[in-house]
């Protein structure tokens, strides 16, 4: 049976097609990230979207109209998550001018299920009953999770998004300059006191949640160790190492950063110190042994909610 899912987020599109047998077990038959900018910089636009990015997104959507129209998909399931629930009755407004123009009914989910995809998403292949504390990292949103594969124990839902952190303290900057020193240290102050809640000192290992991520990390050069608990997040990383690569990173303009790291996710380079500020801090917290990436999103339990 044939199932597609649509994340819409905060800075990109995220679009899953899988194939589910009568075992339940997944293959995935295609997957899209494409970056459409829907909630970049709404706060200075009355908490609505920008009309260019609006419409970046709509044409995405008609994009993956179009695809699953060519498929034999018996289930669809279409989300938004930080973005339009940002928008409040704006996000309605958006919702059913999508639904208008594509044709697509989306969901609005809360933070908390958001939280709830991403933990089923990230753990279901470990071969271990060790905690560990899950990140996901998003544009506008951070979910901490801690817990097994068998228990989710503890949730803790922020607000310290790379894009949110880029809009509320570097907001004038554009492609050929960097965030200064100050305004480093208040996004680092701002995300310390939204901390507040996380547990010190439990040393459980931070899978770090991106749909990239592990790209990411191998494109900057970072030192990936061999990890052998999960099929699916197959390497670990010191905590030394994103500390240094962050230092490093801060004083190059944004433009630089995409000529040094060519990556396929076009603009990464652009909040990636605020995501790394997010992870660093937590792992300082609960004084973390290493970071295992994870190219996991929610698309996977959001399909993991689509099997029969």
Same mark, same amino acid.
Not at 176 to 201: A, S
């Given at each position: ?10 800075? @990109? ?6 194939? *589910? ?49 060519? !498929? ?126 996380? %547990? !010190?000192?439990? @040393? ?19 030192? +990936? ?8 997040? %197959? ?36 909040? *990636?110190?605020?995501?790394? +500020? ?6 300082? @917290? ?15 339990? +959001? ?6």
């Amino acid at each position: 049976m044939k199932v597609a899912v649509i994340d819409v987020g905060t800075l @990109k599109v995220k679009f899953l097609v899988c194939d *589910i047998s009568s075992s339940k077990k997944s293959e995935t038959l295609y997957r899209s990230n494409t970056l459409t900018c829907l909630g970049v910089r709404m706060n200075e636009n009355n908490n609505r979207p920008h009309d260019e990015y609006l419409q970046q997104t709509i044409d995405e959507l008609k994009r993956c109209k179009d695809f699953l129209e060519k !498929e034999d998909v018996k289930k669809l399931r279409v989300v938004s998550t930080h973005a339009l629930r940002e928008m409040g009755e704006v996000g309605k407004e958006v919702a059913n001018k999508i639904k208008k123009d594509v044709g697509l009914n989306i969901e609005i989910i809360s933070q908390d299920e958001e939280a709830n995809l991403f933990f089923q998403a990230v753990m279901k292949d470990f071969k271990t009953d060790k905690d560990f504390t899950i990140v996901d990292v998003g544009g506008g949103s951070v979910q901490i999770l801690i817990g097994n594969k068998n228990k989710l124990k503890y949730k803790y839902l922020l607000k310290t998004g790379a894009q949110f952190l880029f809009d509320k303290f570097s907001p004038r900057h554009t492609g050929n300059d960097y965030p200064t020193r100050e305004e480093i240290g208040n996004m680092q102050d701002y995300v310390m006191k939204e901390l507040t809640p996380i %547990p !010190e000192g439990i @040393k459980t290992p931070v899978i770090y949640g991106s749909s990239c991520i592990i790209d990411v990390f191998k494109q900057i050069g970072f030192n +990936l160790e061999k990890y052998y608990l999960s099929k699916s997040h %197959p390497y670990r990383v010191k905590i030394s190492e994103l500390e240094k690569f962050s230092e490093n990173i801060i004083s190059v303009p944004y433009n630089k950063r995409e000529e040094i790291y060519k990556l396929d996710q076009k603009y990464y380079m652009w909040g *990636i110190e605020k995501a790394f +500020l997010n992870i660093i801090n937590i792992c300082k @917290k609960e004084q973390s042994p290493f970071v295992i990436p994870s190219n996991s999103n929610i698309n996977e339990g +959001l399909v993991l909610s689509l099997q029969p």
